[in-house]
DNA sequence: GTCTATAATGGGATAGAC
DNA sequence: GTCTATCCCATTATAGAC
């Protein structure tokens, strides 16, 4: 296979993502600079910018990514034909176990909304939303059936949403409970919370 | 009365609180510098090295003396002598009540442990689980008594603190419920979710 | 207790050689 | 596509005048 005229290194590109998710997740971005991204990658720093126009960029492509690939792995996921509660389990799995298998990316999509510029927070905060208004029209649609009964729609789907993704806040791969089961567990614990 | 011999300025240290808490929580600690709160403060940038030895130290003071806050006023509320569920009860309304009171100190808590030194961090730490560990005394009571009964007392503590916690993310003052509101449908989704 | 001035270091980004 | 070298500016923290 040739590589594709004119592009650019592909195996560093990839590294390039990588490192920088690693060290800002772990440092924020305002504390990672375009050096340590650089030494960590095996580069100098001047080759960075073959592969972003800038920092805020690279940022920016992190994120947006991530988030894309939330919903496109939602929407290849949800049981569209299925019942309200049906989906909203599947919701639930499929929220904890993906967030379980990114919690870099997670952590950044959440703690670095702040670091965007306002143009990109702007859009980054569509993707959000979007993803957000998934879960909250299969409450509605639950509570439109009465197979699903809460206080507040609204609440209850920013309930959820922050319930579900602090599971990254403490599991920990070489704990008491192994993914499956905490998988489990949340999903029994939201279905009490939405009961009819 | 008179001011304590030797003290320095209560009124410009009190400030420098106040705006250090409201610039990090707006940009982050990293992102922040020393020269943007003396502005906001309204003097110059050495004046605030006789409250502060360095800038690591004005974070850690802020985050300890948050979880402080919590810790006593907790202790304060609790209804110590109630039945499991009661007491729960005033924990989510207390913690909901309390994070919605005071957002900027909430998210510097929970956002910039990251920008602690590892000692720092052992601290803070200690503190936060003490809280947590409040919670989880609780609902392992409310197990013993058959009150409440949830799939894993460890798993529905996190569940819990997320849940109530993620509110600080999306409330708007001037948005469509009050604070006496939020408080009530938090309190009524967790109950379902830990009911017996 | 606050100021001005400065030391010492590191930041993002670019130019041009190879 | 990566390197070296560099520009220019911001950073934390301190020294010493007032």
Redesign the pocket.
Known sequence: MA?TQ????A???EKIREVAEELIAAHGY?A???????TAV???????????????T?LFDLMRNHLEQVQSAWDATDPTDAGPVERLEAFCRFHVRFHLDRPRAVFIAYMELRSLTPENYAVIETLRNTYEARLEAIIRDGQDLRVIRVPDARVATMALIGMLTGVTTWYRDDGRLDRGRVERIYWRLARRMVKV
Do not use: C, F, N, W
Request: overall charge positive.
């Open positions: 590589r004119g592009s650019i290194g195996e560093t590109h305002a990672v600079s375009m050096r340590q991204i650089a095996g580069v100098q720093v001047g080759a960075l910018y073959r592969y972003t126009p800038d920092k805020q690279l």
